[in-house]
């Protein structure tokens, strides 16, 4: 499967962006997938995640402005951002568990995109 991020771009403090994840060589609609944020200098953080029946997951401090959605239809995966902070500013990517449809932790997925840069200005 090859995964396909984009959406990103460069954003003022408190406005908002949707980021997209499309998938091709496979559906998605059967496996779990993931939103993961890097910053310069950071590790890799878990984002928020979606299994195959549509529940959703996040990272504590990033629920209530971030959400998570999938079109399964069109084999993609969707985050929804708003109330950007200058600290959201980074590569994020998205990902799969191209095993599983539930989600139960983040490392547990196997298949990455190549990354889409957010840069949010104060």
């Known amino acids: 499967v090859q995964l396909q991020a984009s959406g990103g771009g460069l954003v003022q403090t408190g406005g908002s962006l949707r980021l997209s994840c499309a998938a091709s060589g496979r559906t998605l609609s059967a496996y779990a997938s993931g939103w993961f944020r890097q910053a310069p200098g950071k590790d890799r953080e878990f984002v928020a995640a979606?299994?195959?029946?549509?529940?959703?997951y996040y990272a504590g401090p990033l629920e209530g402005r971030f959400t998570i959605s999938r079109d399964n239809a069109k084999s993609t995966v969707f985050l929804q951002m708003n109330s950007l902070k200058p600290e959201d500013t980074a590569v994020y990517y998205c990902?799969?568990?191209?095993?599983?449809?539930?989600?139960?932790?983040?490392?547990?997925?196997?298949?990455w995109g190549q990354g889409t840069q957010v840069t949010v200005s104060s």
């Open positions: 979606i299994s195959s029946r549509h529940d959703t």
């Open positions: 990902a799969i568990d191209s095993q599983r449809g539930a989600y139960y932790y983040p490392s547990q997925f196997d298949s």
